[in-house]
């Protein structure tokens, strides 16, 4: 990490899980107090994703992040690169547990109020050249997309599009050609 003026750059951070690697470098931009610039870059090989700790992917590619912040907004842009997606061949699709978690609410169970100016977050996800692939025993696609999420509470909308290109599925036997 090294600082200069209003920029502080990631020279180089490395993430290992297991045989998984994640690089990632880029710069944090400060605009006086009320801005931040983002450029990040992320260099995959065989990297997990993971959801309360079970593997949902492996991930080898490189994404790149611009994002802009101000006081009541943030806009961020993620391209992927040639990016690949590796599913497990079991997804693990147990019986879910009966415990409270945290992204279900309960009927009649008060939300907290939202806040008079809430902060909007506007995420755009570009796949496009090349497209991205996804990779299971039983499937293989290359998909594009031009996706835009935004959420400023209590209101989430995606917009956009994504496409497979082409690909083939097996579904008992038989091989589908997308």
Same mark, same amino acid.
């Given at each position: 990490?090294?600082?200069?003026?209003? *920029?502080? /750059?990631?020279?180089?951070?490395?993430?290992?899980? $297991?045989?998984?690697?994640?690089?990632?470098?880029?710069? $944090?931009?400060?605009?006086?107090?009320?801005?931040?610039?983002?450029?990040?870059?992320?260099?995959?090989?065989? $990297?997990?994703?993971?959801?309360?700790?079970?593997?949902?992917?492996?991930? +080898?590619?490189?994404?790149?992040? /611009?994002? *802009?912040? *101000?006081?009541?907004?943030?806009?961020?842009?993620? +391209?992927?690169?040639?990016?690949?997606?590796?599913?497990?061949?079991?997804?693990?699709?147990?019986?879910?547990?009966?415990?409270?978690?945290?992204?279900? #609410?309960?009927?009649?169970?008060?939300?907290?109020?939202?806040?008079? =100016?809430?902060?909007?977050?506007?995420?755009? #996800?570009?796949?496009?050249?090349?497209?991205?692939?996804?990779?299971?025993?039983?499937?293989?696609?290359?998909? +594009?997309?031009?996706?835009? #999420?935004? !959420?400023?509470?209590?209101?989430? +909308?995606?917009?956009? =599009?994504?496409?497979? /290109?082409?690909?083939?599925?097996?579904? !008992?036997?038989?091989?589908?050609?997308?």
């Amino acid at each position: 990490l090294s600082l200069q003026d209003d *920029t502080a /750059r990631i020279e180089a951070l490395n993430v290992r899980d $297991f045989d998984g690697k994640l690089g990632i470098g880029g710069k $944090f931009s400060f605009a006086g107090l009320r801005e931040l610039n983002t450029e990040l870059t992320f260099d995959m090989a065989d $990297f997990p994703i993971r959801r309360e700790s079970a593997q949902v992917s492996r991930l +080898t590619g490189a994404l790149k992040l /611009r994002a *802009t912040s *101000t006081l009541d907004r943030t806009r961020a842009e993620l +391209t992927f690169g040639d990016l690949r997606v590796n599913l497990p061949n079991d997804l693990g699709q147990g019986l879910q547990s009966l415990d409270e978690h945290r992204d279900i #609410v309960v009927k009649g169970q008060k939300l907290p109020e939202p806040a008079d =100016n809430p902060h909007l977050f506007e995420l755009r #996800v570009l796949a496009e050249e090349p497209p991205f692939r996804v990779l299971r025993s039983d499937l293989n696609a290359e998909v +594009t997309c031009d996706l835009t #999420v935004r !959420y400023q509470n209590p209101s989430l +909308t995606l917009q956009g =599009n994504a496409e497979i /290109r082409r690909g083939n599925f097996d579904l !008992y036997g038989k091989r589908f050609e997308l």
